[in-house]
């Protein structure tokens, strides 16, 4: 006679449910509603939760629901811009009264709750330094601290940091504002540097504090010198990864310094820095380099014959806008040949590539797992196939600005499959076609990511042919396409969860057909599609049951009502962005928060 079956203990479902979140992190929702049991045991998996300030409650029942979080981002996104080197400005970097109040009561419920934080990030908020010194008097063991685009950061802040956590291992510090209105120049000489950023006096606190630093991002604080390398090398003997973008006053004998007395560096990032003052003492002495980038910087080819001559550990080489008149063929080809087990390569706004030297480079690039071209005009598709056959392990493919499309499929080539290639970039290609679309749906069977924005001469019927052979689409950009309207139909996108289609084509029907076949879709861009209404919208709330986020700016022809039907007919629906002048009153407004969504304005929301 059978037995009862008594019911699986909650390790048991934890172990079973964990093993459905790795497979997708959206397949945690369905147990969760179904009962509370089944609520509470997902809740424990929950390990990251970004928190948006200001916020209309307090954040400590959340807090208590998740208490195996280990990861807290708190974010403010207002009055944000971004230049052309994709750093972030604020037009108005202060906080109001009300974010100011907001994010010092969070980080103070932060520092109250029985949380064992490894991470924390206030990026693009504001410091409290009350609240930080307690709060970092009670999370003992935070590691990584993320200051980056702060809206002010000044020395006596690194020295509450470095005060209030000790055990910090990663400190980001990048870019920060520090913008106070001034418009006189003599206001401004009557303040010292360390009242108005960071200085080396401030890096040489953390330096003093922070023995077991191990990585750190100085990028955009210009008052920094040498003095700061200097201090970093001597006190943080375990430091591993630096990054220096954007330091203007650091020079030759910094970098320098650096490669011959922090022995366990392996990462370095720079730019605006002469490499051809270097010498091949400094290179042999960074033995465990294995990650260099270098933007904007003065890269000749003796440069690169140190770089073969110290044989390091290399397995990572970004060279952005290097443009020396001694970066030639020569030197790059030797440097790949030597180093052969390259994983990832990036090589930005250079001429001496063409389809005929990246066919002999290739040659060398056989454990290739990513590469960048972006930027290389003499670059067409037959590269794309060269790299596609002769890189078998090459999974990232990013091509952006280049002649793809402009002839080069058209020579004698070799189109062979290569199904480890996930992902591909081809933003800007002017010259892209749908018959080029559709040798490369053959080439990459298994494409996950597709970036296709502002490639002006493709129309729907070349995203038709990529997407029939390869469903398995995760991410798709087709921003700025005002040739597609549609996504044609027939086939099942059964994987797509980010569509962004900002300034596209697509309309209703384009809507109709998305709805139908993209059921697990997460992100919908469709900033600026004047053809999108109430009809279409209607469609993809209906159909995609876990849609979260939603960015409808500029789409002229959604009214509030919509807007209103949109959040109480789709629970799952997290943020919906609209255009300044159609913002939900106040009330509405928490009216939408309550029921668990934000709605906001393209000034304070972030496109998904």
Known sequence: MATGCTDLPDNCWELIFNRLHQLHHSNLESPSLSCKRFLSVTNTLRTHLTIFVPTAFPISTL??????????????????????????????????????????????EIANSNLNLKSLSFSGTQLHLESLRILGSRMKNVIILTCSDLRTLRDNDLVVIAESMPCLEELDISYPVNDFGWNADDEFETRSPGEVGVTDH??????????????INLSGNKFLTDIS??????????????????????????????????????SL??????????DDYSICCARNITTLEIYTANFPDEFLHLLVKASIPLKSLYLDLCHHPSFTFSGISSLLNKYSSLECLSVV??????????SALSHYLSSLVMIRLGICNNLTESTFFTLAKNCPLLEDIS??????????????????????????????????????LAKLAHVCPNLEVLDVSSCKGITEKGIAYFLKSSSKIRKLWIVE???????GN??????????????????????????????????????????????????????????????????????????????????????????????????????FLRHGCLVMSEETGVEP
């Open 63 to 108: 807090l208590n629901r998740f208490p195996n979080l280990n990861s807290i981002h708190l974010s403010c996104f207002r009055n944000r811009d971004l230049d052309l080197g994709g750093n972030i400005h604020f037009r108005n970097p202060k906080l109001n009264l009300e974010e100011s109040l907001d994010l010092q009561r969070i980080t103070m």
């Open 202 to 215: 401030g890096i040489e606190v953390v330096s003093s504090k922070l023995k077991g630093l191990k990585v």
């Open 229 to 266: 390398l200097l201090a970093l090398s001597k006190n943080c003997i375990y430091l591993t990864g630096i990054a220096l973008w954007n330091c203007c006053k650091v020079t030759e004998y910094g970098i320098k310094f650096v490669l011959r007395k922090s022995r366990n560096l392996s």
């Open 269 to 278: 990032s720079v730019d605006q820095i002469d490499f051809g003052r270097l």
């Open 349 to 358: 706004r250079t001429d001496i590539l063409t389809d005929e030297t990246m």
């Open 399 to 436: 091509m952006e600005v280049t002649n793809f499309g402009g002839g080069g499929g058209d020579r004698a080539i070799d189109i062979v499959q290569n199904p480890r290639i996930k992902s591909l970039n081809l933003e800007s290609n002017q010259n892209l076609s749908d018959e080029c």
């Open 481 to 487: 396409c005002g040739g597609i309207k549609n996504i």
């Open 490 to 591: 027939g086939f099942e996108l059964s994987e797509l969860e980010v569509f962004g289609a900002a300034r596209s084509g697509i309309n209703d029907d384009g809507l109709v057909a998305i709805g139908n076949r993209c059921r697990r879709l997460l992100h919908l861009n469709l900033n600026g599609c004047q053809g999108v209404t109430a009809v279409g919208l209607r469609e993809i709330l209906t159909n995609c049951e876990i849609l979260k986020k939603i960015n409808l700016t500029r789409c002229l022809n959604v009214c509030m009502a919509t807007v209103d039907w949109m959040v109480f007919s789709r629970p799952s629906l997290r943020k919906i962005i609209l255009s300044y002048s159609c913002l939900p009153s106040e009330s509405q407004r928490k009216r």
